[in-house]
């Protein structure tokens, strides 16, 4: 079965023995390396046990990855946030802050330096947030990445955020959207529109976790890949793996004709 914890750690084993290496999301951004690389990063929109249980294998398996948590009870659970950190992961914030401000862009900063701060509160200072993602809110009608046309967030020592920050034409991204790895289709905001086109005519197209570990074993994946993944979606418990599948199946489809 796809979509389990058994199912990704085959992918990430594929990615090493192909000579690949990770990077958290600010690792890259302050020292890119040199070779095959994946950026590894998680959004933690909901069920932040499932994201633990992928911090802990990533740790056994000796790679580090990027976390990004939501300020909402569905996502934010301290303990898990600091014992992701103390696994040696980049903890940052996964933002929504002009969706909560009802698209009150003065508000929306407040909201989200207000968090920002709460976050940083949970770390130590070695390891406070520096890169932020925005969360897609695919039923709100505002984009929250709308905030930094008023403001910086260069100025609170944020250091990247993807969408801005990311070199799209030298990097390619795969996202699990969907619960699929080619659901760009069905997705409102979390897809890379200007390079898509390119992507698939170079038939970078994958729809199963078998599909990229294929790709990678025969060395026809691109040397740096952003890999974002929604550990919600991950589990080797059947019942939450059915419910996750019967749910964003129907999620899909809302998404489809909304897109």
């Not at 550990?231 to 080797?236: F, G, I, L, S």
Request: glycine share 6%; hydrophobic share 35%.
């Amino acid at each position: 079965m796809d979509f389990t914890l058994k199912k990704y750690k085959l992918l990430i084993e594929a990615l090493v023995t192909n000579g690949y290496h990770f990077q958290t999301f600010k690792d890259f951004l302050e020292n890119q390396h040199e070779g095959k690389t994946i950026i590894l990063r998680h959004d933690v929109d909901l069920k932040p046990g499932n994201s633990l249980s992928t911090a802990v294998t990533e740790h056994e398996l000796g790679i580090e990855a990027s976390y990004y948590f939501r300020a909402v009870p569905e996502s934010w659970d301290e303990d898990i946030i600091k014992k992701t950190a103390a696994l040696g992961h980049e903890i940052g914030y996964h933002y929504e802050s002009l969706t909560t401000a009802n698209g009150d862009i003065d508000k929306a900063y407040a909201d989200f330096v207000g968090n920002l701060s709460k976050l940083n509160s949970l770390l130590n200072p070695s390891n406070h947030c520096q890169t932020i993602c925005m969360h897609g809110s695919p039923r709100s009608p505002y984009d929250s990445k709308d905030i930094w046309k008023k403001y910086s967030y260069k100025e609170l020592n944020i250091i990247g955020e993807p969408y801005f920050d990311m070199d799209f034409s030298k990097t390619f991204y795969l996202t699990d959207t969907g619960r699929r790895w080619d659901g760009y289709n069905v997705s409102v905001r979390d897809k890379i529109p200007v390079y898509q086109d390119e992507w698939t005519r170079k038939g970078l197209v994958f729809h199963k976790t078998d599909d990229i570990i294929k790709a990678a074993n025969a060395g026809d994946l691109p040397d740096v890949v952003m890999i974002t993944t929604h550990p919600q979606r991950w589990t080797d418990d059947g019942l939450l793996w059915m419910k996750e599948f019967f749910f964003q199946n129907i999620k899909n489809v809302v998404k489809f004709f909304y897109c």
